[in-house]
């Protein structure tokens, strides 16, 4: 069965450090990662999608992927309290099928 | 900005009743999902659409139907709604030119079924 896991948390960091969440998916066929952020009571919300091996930044957020290893990361600079949330990663397997992470819980103390 | 919108943010129903789930997309996207997240699980696909009156069921299709009439319009239907529907309905949508390329998530609908 394709899986992707994450490791639930609480992941805390301090303001202003770096914040990093990862993911390992099962299936050497994917083609595309993506990272959502999804606040308490909320529906998730986009932040970085990625496609090849590498880096690719957007703000203060960078996404790594790698492929051979069957990882893909996400890393927050700068961290602020708003950025306390669960993050979802997600793998798409197929034409139609995304499987989701069960996502990793941030907490940025003040 | 792609915009998907879910008419109900939350609802309670009845064992049995009959529930109509909305979700409207603005961006002439032609895939749309419909996914339930609970506790633990994840998201899960119930059903998609690629294109109007086109369907494929997710993983977990039983007991509910889906409606795909108009491009921007999916609705997902519990015939017969059972407290184990009580869930958050996520509705999602992308454009059909990329398999792989990125959703986009409405609100979602918190539904309680007592």
């Known amino acids: 069965q394709k899986e992707v896991e994450q490791n639930s948390g609480p992941l805390s960091v301090p303001e202003g450090a770096i914040a990093s969440l990862n993911c390992t998916y099962s299936d050497r066929g994917s083609q595309s990662f993506f990272w959502y952020r999804q606040y308490s009571g909320k529906s998730p919300e986009l932040i970085m999608s990625?496609?090849?091996?590498g880096d690719k930044e957007d703000g203060r957020f960078t996404a790594q992927l790698n492929k051979a290893s069957q990882y893909v990361s996400l890393l927050i600079r700068d961290s602020q309290p708003s950025d306390s949330a669960t993050y979802l990663c997600a793998v798409n397997v197929g034409t139609y099928k995304y499987i989701f992470g069960t996502g990793t819980r941030l907490k940025v103390l003040a | 900005d792609v915009k998907v919108t879910q008419s109900s943010r939350y609802l309670v129903k009845r064992t049995g009743e009959k529930v109509f789930l909305e979700c409207v997309q603005d961006?002439?996207?032609?895939?749309m999902f419909w996914y339930r997240q609970d506790p633990g699980l994840g998201l899960r696909l119930i059903y998609f659409s690629y294109d109007v009156k086109m369907k494929e069921k997710g993983d977990i299709p039983e007991g509910y139907s889906v409606s795909r009439e108009k491009k921007e319009r999916f609705s997902l239907i519990l015939e017969s709604a059972s407290t184990n529907q009580t869930s958050m309905y996520l509705c999602?949508?992308?454009?059909?030119?990329?398999?792989?390329?990125?959703?986009?998530f409405g609100e979602g609908s918190r539904l309680t079924v007592l």
């Open positions: 990625i496609y090849s091996n």
């Open positions: 999602a949508s992308r454009t059909g030119g990329a398999n792989t390329g990125e959703l986009f």
């Open positions: 961006m002439d996207h032609e895939n």
